[in-house]
């Protein structure tokens, strides 16, 4: 997805009431700025044309824009574009579940699973803490499990399975079926991309 995606989407959230996004997206709408909660810090995101910036709250929210902005750009400006205010269903998927995801995760879409087995493979405690501090909740799955929002509405569930003496780590991840309703599988992928380099 190029930047020209991000200025179609800016200007689909100026054309939007910012009154009905706001309620869609899960987000409020105020001083001139929808704020946008992700990953355990608030975004301001201006969309009047004169202004159109999105800014971080906190130190840990202008590290996550600087290392990971392609990411996080796209998953801010097109949840605002493309919420529903569909509620989750509790249903968990796998991203190849989605409809069309079995082609789409895969190549240069393949999600770095390895390395996230790799780094926490040997225990849980540390995986945890990270997730925690990205504003996640702790999960009864797997061997550990951590659920993170990317965006409001957007739950991701990463999951660890620990190294033993029959098989290495693996890693896995899970979302909401109600994602494939509401958002096309770049920026589901955008989402999942997202969470998973947070945690690195």
């Given at each position: 997805m190029s930047q020209s995606g991000l200025k179609t989407a800016w200007e689909k959230i100026r054309e939007a009431v910012s009154g009905e996004l706001s309620r869609n997206a899960g987000v409020p709408f105020k001083d001139g700025a929808f704020v946008f909660p992700s990953l355990g810090t608030d975004f301001l995101v201006y969309p009047e044309k004169d202004k159109e910036a999105i800014e971080a709250s906190s130190a840990q929210g202008?590290?996550?824009?600087?290392k990971f902005g392609y990411f996080f750009n796209h998953v801010c400006l097109w949840w605002l574009v493309y919420a529903k205010g569909i509620p989750p269903t509790g249903r968990l998927v796998r991203p190849e579940d989605l409809n069309g995801g079995a082609a789409f995760f895969r190549g240069s879409h393949t999600l770095?699973?390895?390395g996230l087995a790799r780094r926490y493979g040997s225990g849980s405690e540390e995986f945890l803490k990270k997730g925690l501090a990205l504003g996640g909740e702790r999960c009864d799955l797997a061997d550990a499990c951590i659920k993170l929002h990317p965006a409001p509405g957007l739950?991701?569930?990463?999951?660890?399975?620990?190294?033993?003496?029959e098989f290495p780590a693996r890693a896995g991840v899970l979302l909401d079926s109600s994602a494939g309703i509401v958002l096309p599988l770049d920026i589901i992928w955008s989402a999942i991309m997202l969470c998973l380099l947070a945690m690195f």
């Amino acid at each position: 997805m190029s930047q020209s995606g991000l200025k179609t989407a800016w200007e689909k959230i100026r054309e939007a009431v910012s009154g009905e996004l706001s309620r869609n997206a899960g987000v409020p709408f105020k001083d001139g700025a929808f704020v946008f909660p992700s990953l355990g810090t608030d975004f301001l995101v201006y969309p009047e044309k004169d202004k159109e910036a999105i800014e971080a709250s906190s130190a840990q929210g202008e590290a996550l824009m600087t290392k990971f902005g392609y990411f996080f750009n796209h998953v801010c400006l097109w949840w605002l574009v493309y919420a529903k205010g569909i509620p989750p269903t509790g249903r968990l998927v796998r991203p190849e579940d989605l409809n069309g995801g079995a082609a789409f995760f895969r190549g240069s879409h393949t999600l770095p699973l390895d390395g996230l087995a790799r780094r926490y493979g040997s225990g849980s405690e540390e995986f945890l803490k990270k997730g925690l501090a990205l504003g996640g909740e702790r999960c009864d799955l797997a061997d550990a499990c951590i659920k993170l929002h990317p965006a409001p509405g957007l739950p991701i569930y990463l999951l660890l399975w620990l190294e033993d003496e029959e098989f290495p780590a693996r890693a896995g991840v899970l979302l909401d079926s109600s994602a494939g309703i509401v958002l096309p599988l770049d920026i589901i992928w955008s989402a999942i991309m997202l969470c998973l380099l947070a945690m690195f």
